[in-house]
T-cell receptor, first 114, second 112 residues
Framework: KAGVTQTPRYLIKTRGQQVTLSCSPI?????VSWYQQTPGQGLQFLFE???????NKGNFPGRFSGRQFSNSRSEMNVSTLELGDSALYLC?????????????FGPGTRLTVL | TQLLEQSPQFLSIQEGENLTVYCNSS?????LQWYRQEPGEGPVLLVT?????EVKKLKRLTFQFGDARKDSSLHITAAQPGDTGLYLC????????????FGTGTSLTVIP
């Protein structure tokens, strides 16, 4: 089975621009979660999608949004980029929504905002 | 504000030594997971513990979930260079499903 794939792997943007990141979960997985990883804050939960519906949302401003398609692929969008948005954005997929679920992470998209 | 605090933050040891990493919180978790992350990669799940007091062993790694489900520890016996990486604990709070709160991370370097 192919793992979680994220595109692009690297991205450079300037302040004020917007960006869209893509995540393809493992085949058959219906839950996709997004995380932001920075040296200062570590891994922080952005949101989770399951069956095309946002189920949970972390404490991030409204500039961060996402969606999930019927094939479980997910995108996240960040509008009006700020320098502090520079981070590794990780996507994780799971087959279900249980607390003992295994999350499978992709390699991440490294976003640099100049 | 981090819900889960890990200690130590950095650890550099010689091959063959033992070590313990701690993950502490004032919150109760319905489950706790440990991950290892290597540079340029996403975290990889090592273990999930769900019952207070639970102990799980994975070869040279021993994981323990505190009785009150607020803390956990990871013990590595006879560390090897291949154990080098960033170790992360992550807790799930019902009824949030797949919303996990990650710890601050412990960067481990095992010197041959």
């Amino acid at each position: 089975k192919a793992g979680v794939t994220q595109t692009p792997r690297y991205l450079i943007k300037t302040r004020g621009q917007q960006v869209t990141l893509s995540c393809s979960p493992i085949s058959g997985h219906r839950s996709v979660s997004w995380y932001q990883q920075t040296p200062g804050q570590g891994l922080q939960f952005l949101f989770e999608y399951f069956s095309e519906t946002q189920r949970n949302k972390g404490n991030f401003p409204g500039r961060f949004s996402g969606r999930q398609f019927s094939n479980s692929r997910s995108e996240m969008n960040v509008s009006t980029l700020e320098l502090g948005d520079s981070a590794l954005y990780l996507c994780a997929s799971s087959p279900f929504r249980r607390v003992d679920n295994e999350q499978f992470f992709g390699p991440g998209t490294r976003l640099t905002v100049l | 504000t981090q819900l889960l605090e890990q200690s130590p933050q950095f650890l550099s040891i010689q091959e063959g030594e033992n070590l313990t990493v701690y993950c502490n919180s004032s919150s109760v978790f319905s489950s706790l997971q440990w991950y290892r992350q290597e540079p340029g990669e996403g975290p990889v799940l090592l273990v999930t513990v769900v019952t207070g007091g639970e102990v799980k062993k994975l070869k040279r790694l021993t994981f323990q979930f505190g009785d009150a489900r607020k803390d956990s520890s990871l013990h590595i016996t006879a560390a090897q260079p291949g154990d080098t990486g960033l170790y992360l604990c992550a807790g799930a709070v019902l009824p949030s499903g797949n919303q996990f709160y990650f710890g601050t991370g412990t960067s481990l370097t095992v010197i041959p």
